[in-house]
């Protein structure tokens, strides 16, 4: 599968959610790698355990912002991080009863869904906060 790249298509403009973003595409390369290079089970386990700590992480680091400057989206845009880490933790559950096939089956549609809601759902947020922080 091909490395995700984090270019400015996907930019938010808003730096401090750029770096979060940055981090969570190195790390599915990183996982995506593991299962390619048929890395140790206990060592695929350990970056898909970082990459799902640390989307949770940046998920909270996104509804702070919008808490704090008042965004109306708020409820909606948490729904869709709340659906998304459910996908993430059966994803691991999946992983650890079937193996590592049935998490690379999953890996690419769940890429599709963050770079996704990243070019919607945070560029809607992005913008607003632009105008307000
Ligand atoms: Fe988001």
Redesign the pocket.
């Known amino acids: 599968m091909k490395d995700l790249i984090w270019d400015n298509a996907l930019s938010v403009d808003v730096d401090e959610?750029d770096d979060d973003h940055r981090k969570l595409v190195e790390l599915f390369n990183r996982l995506n790698h593991a299962l390619e290079n048929g890395d140790a089970t206990n060592y695929v386990e350990a970056v898909l355990e970082e990459l799902i700590s640390c989307t949770i992480w940046?998920?909270r680091h996104?509804?702070r912002l919008m808490l704090n400057y008042g965004y109306d989206g708020f409820e909606e845009?948490k729904a869709?991080?709340q659906s998304l880490i459910e996908t993430a933790n059966k994803m691991r559950n999946m992983f650890l009863q079937q193996g590592r096939q049935a998490l690379s089956d999953e890996i690419e549609p769940l890429e599709h869904w963050l770079t996704g809601?990243?070019l919607s759902?945070?560029m809607e947020?992005g913008s607003f906060l632009g105008k307000v922080m």
Request: no cysteine; glycine share 0%; charged share 30%.
């Open positions: 959610i940046h998920f996104e509804e845009h869709e991080h809601h990243i759902t945070d947020l």
